[in-house]
């Protein structure tokens, strides 16, 4: 893992007051500074808006769209419109448990199979029911109220007897008529002839002296009441989301609660991972100059959260015939390398691709950390993506170059430029664009800022490890309070929608042994 460029600000130094990642070792912000030999710099470096253009344009588009099992489609980008397939909801149904009632009550409580159509001695029995009722108030007596004793006795019938009634899943098979009630489930069917829902907790159902039960409400039930209309949500045909829409588990329900069994989405680019080093040690601790390799379990599965097939990372030698053997043999449409962009000893990946003929994009990027990283054409639709070796060096590169790459690739739709004022200054570089972590904190005067972390050299990761963004700091750096364009990481808040469930972007399966002599 060889460095791609200088450390930014030493561990202790608050962001901002420390020397920028160009500065040499205890120098001045401001002052001058040594001018960077040719390797450091290539002279075909691009401006950082630059390179993201190039890598967004690099393949006219993605590949043909396949269909795929609702299960399959999980991170893949839908290639057309989602158009609903049936009304949602299909039919009328319940919002609530309680009774679907009839008219504006009292009702008659009817059990399953028992609503029918509203005969002529029903009414008269009814009418009959209520004069008696009159009748008794009165004589200062509620006919239709049980004696105390007869309330605890009868409470476990009368449960049982009104608890039944339409459940979810099974439809009436008999009209409601007006005047009755029937005990309804939440996502259950509405009879027809039923004005509204009645929740459980707003009836009182009372005994009849004649063995029925008869349903009260303290106040009205207006007309569709807790009842969720057939097509509240969508008619049939309705367009529900439009192409180029990210899978995300919502988006399977949705399909599914619309009558899909399979969606037509672009296919996920596949992706090789080469992690480049004798240096690197797979397992333990770091030990007689050598380093644990963090690229390989870092990288790989954020590839998968951009969109792609990723294979775990297999471990190269510093050797060039090996790296030329792991290019010119793989089929992936994307291979990603990190180290060995440089212009040093084993730095080999620049000759290999002179070797291979491939068509170098972009040589270099004005951006700190990570400016050797490379965008090469290997073929029609191949492409290698040379990030730096050093973690956070290697993170901008991908972001800068991969991520457009494979924007394009899976058919996603760029994602809106997010801004936000600095919650704290930032030393820029004199020349390139700085990528530094941030997380979010609210502020009284700014609002929502980013702040700017600590540990954010080349080499290391607690900053990006606690960030929820990169914020694009434009040469010459940034003050508090001013806006900058932010780079959300994929597990952040706000940008968790691209972030595929657990079992599409973690793989177990053990990183593939190294090949040629690392260790």
Same mark, same amino acid.
């Given at each position: 893992?060889?460095?791609?460029?200088?450390?930014?600000?030493?561990?202790?130094d608050?962001?901002?007051?420390?020397?920028?990642?160009?500065?040499?070792?205890?120098?001045?912000?401001?002052?001058?500074?040594?001018?960077?030999?040719?390797?450091?710099?290539?002279?075909?470096?691009?401006?950082?808006?630059?390179?993201?253009?190039?890598?967004?344009?690099?393949?006219?588009?993605?590949?043909?769209?396949?269909?795929?099992?609702?299960?399959?489609? $999980?991170?893949?980008?839908?290639?057309?419109?989602?158009?609903?397939?049936?009304?949602?909801?299909?039919?009328?149904?319940?919002?609530?448990?309680?009774?679907?009632?009839?008219?504006?009550?009292?009702?008659?409580?009817?059990?399953?199979?028992?609503?029918?159509?509203?005969k002529?001695?029903?009414?008269? #029995?009814?009418?009959?029911?209520?004069?008696?009722?009159?009748?008794?108030?009165?004589?200062?007596?509620?006919?239709?109220?049980?004696?105390?004793?007869?309330?605890?006795?009868?409470?476990?019938?009368?449960?049982?007897?009104?608890?039944?009634?339409?459940?979810?899943?099974?439809?009436?098979?008999?009209?409601l008529?007006?005047?009755?009630?029937?005990?309804?489930?939440?996502?259950?069917?509405?009879?027809?002839?039923?004005?509204?829902?009645?929740?459980?907790?707003?009836?009182?159902v009372? #005994?009849?002296?004649?063995?029925?039960a008869?349903l009260?409400?303290?106040?009205?039930?207006?007309?569709?009441? #807790?009842?969720?209309?057939?097509?509240?949500?969508?008619?049939?045909?309705?367009?529900?989301?439009?192409?180029?829409?990210?899978?995300?588990?919502?988006?399977?329900?949705? =399909?599914? =609660?619309?009558?899909?069994?399979?969606?037509?989405a672009?296919?996920?680019?596949?992706?090789?991972?080469?992690?480049?080093?004798?240096?690197?040690?797979?397992?333990?601790?770091?030990?007689?100059?050598?380093?644990? @390799?963090?690229?390989?379990?870092?990288?790989?599965p954020?590839?998968?959260?951009?969109?792609? @097939?990723?294979?775990?990372?297999?471990?190269?030698?510093?050797?060039?015939?090996?790296?030329?053997?792991?290019?010119?043999?793989? *089929?992936?449409?994307?291979?990603?390398?990190?180290?060995? *962009?440089?212009?040093?000893?084993? @730095?080999?990946?620049?000759?290999?691709?002179?070797?291979?003929?491939?068509?170098?994009?972009?040589?270099g990027?004005?951006?700190? +950390?990570?400016?050797?990283?490379?965008?090469?054409? $290997?073929?029609?639709?191949?492409?290698?993506?040379?990030?730096?070796?050093?973690?956070?060096?290697?993170?901008?590169?991908? $972001?800068?170059?991969?991520?457009?790459?494979?924007?394009?690739?899976?058919?996603?739709? +760029?994602?809106?430029?997010?801004?936000?004022?600095l919650?704290?200054?930032?030393?820029?570089?004199?020349?390139?664009?700085?990528?530094?972590?941030?997380?979010?904190? @609210?502020?009284?005067?700014?609002?929502?800022?980013?702040?700017?972390?600590?540990?954010?050299?080349?080499a290391?990761?607690?900053?990006?490890?606690?960030?929820?963004?990169?914020?694009?700091?434009?040469?010459?750096?940034?003050?508090?309070?001013?806006?900058v364009e932010?780079?959300? $990481?994929?597990?952040?808040?706000?940008?968790?929608?691209?972030?595929?469930?657990?079992?599409?972007?973690?793989?177990?399966?053990?990183?593939?042994?190294?090949?040629?002599?690392?260790?």
């Open positions: 893992m060889r460095p791609g460029d200088p450390s930014g600000t030493g561990p202790g608050p962001p901002g007051t420390g020397p920028g990642p160009g500065d040499s070792p205890g120098s001045t912000p401001g002052a001058p500074q040594p001018r960077p030999s040719p390797s450091a710099v290539p002279r075909s470096s691009a401006p950082w808006p630059t390179a993201r253009e190039i890598a967004a344009r690099a393949v006219p588009g993605p590949p043909a769209p396949t269909t795929a099992t609702l299960a399959d489609a $999980l991170g893949r980008t839908l290639a057309e419109p989602l158009a609903a397939l049936t009304d949602l909801p299909s039919f009328d149904t319940s919002a609530m448990d309680g009774w679907a009632v009839s008219g504006p009550g009292p009702w008659d409580i009817d059990r399953p199979g028992e609503a029918a159509a509203e002529p001695q029903d009414t008269a #029995d009814k009418k009959a029911a209520e004069a008696a009722v009159a009748a008794a108030a009165e004589q200062g007596a509620e006919a239709e109220e049980p004696a105390a004793g007869q309330e605890a006795a009868g409470k476990a019938t009368r449960d049982t007897a009104h608890h039944a009634g339409i459940l979810a899943g099974h439809a009436p098979t008999q009209p008529p007006d005047g009755h009630a029937i005990r309804i489930a939440t996502g259950a069917r509405v009879p027809a002839g039923a004005t509204a829902v009645l929740r459980s907790e707003h009836g009182e009372r #005994d009849l002296a004649d063995g029925r008869r009260y409400a303290p106040r009205p039930a207006p007309p569709g009441q #807790d009842i969720r209309p057939r097509g509240q949500e969508c008619r049939r045909g309705d367009q529900l989301l439009p192409a180029g829409t990210l899978v995300t588990p919502a988006v399977l329900g949705l =399909a599914a =609660a619309a009558g899909y069994d399979e969606l037509t672009y296919p996920r680019p596949r992706v090789e991972f080469l992690v480049l080093g004798d240096e690197l040690l797979h397992h333990g601790l770091p030990q007689e100059g050598r380093i644990r @390799d963090a690229l390989g379990p870092m990288l790989a954020w590839l998968r959260a951009l969109g792609a @097939d990723a294979a775990p990372a297999r471990h190269l030698a510093d050797e060039a015939d090996t790296l030329y053997a792991a290019i010119a043999t793989s *089929t992936a449409d994307v291979l990603i390398t990190t180290g060995g *962009t440089a212009s040093g000893p084993v @730095d080999h990946v620049h000759p290999t691709l002179r070797r291979l003929g491939a068509e170098v994009l972009v040589d990027v004005q951006v700190r +950390p990570g400016h050797p990283m490379l965008l090469a054409r $290997l073929g029609p639709r191949r492409h290698l993506v040379g990030l730096p070796g050093n973690p956070l060096a290697a993170v901008s590169g991908l $972001l800068t170059l991969a991520e457009p790459l494979l924007r394009t690739l899976t058919g996603r739709r +760029p994602a809106a430029v997010r801004r936000a004022p919650f704290g200054s930032v030393h820029g570089h004199p020349r390139d664009t700085r990528l530094v972590p941030v997380a979010y904190r @609210d502020d009284a005067r700014y609002g929502v800022t980013a702040e700017p972390l600590h540990f954010h050299g080349p290391m990761l607690r900053g990006i490890a606690a960030a929820a963004a990169l914020a694009v700091v434009p040469p010459g750096g940034a003050d508090r309070g001013t806006e932010l780079l959300e $990481l994929p597990w952040s808040a706000s940008g968790s929608a691209d972030w595929p469930a657990p079992g599409a972007w973690y793989d177990p399966v053990p990183p593939a042994p190294p090949v040629g002599g690392a260790g």
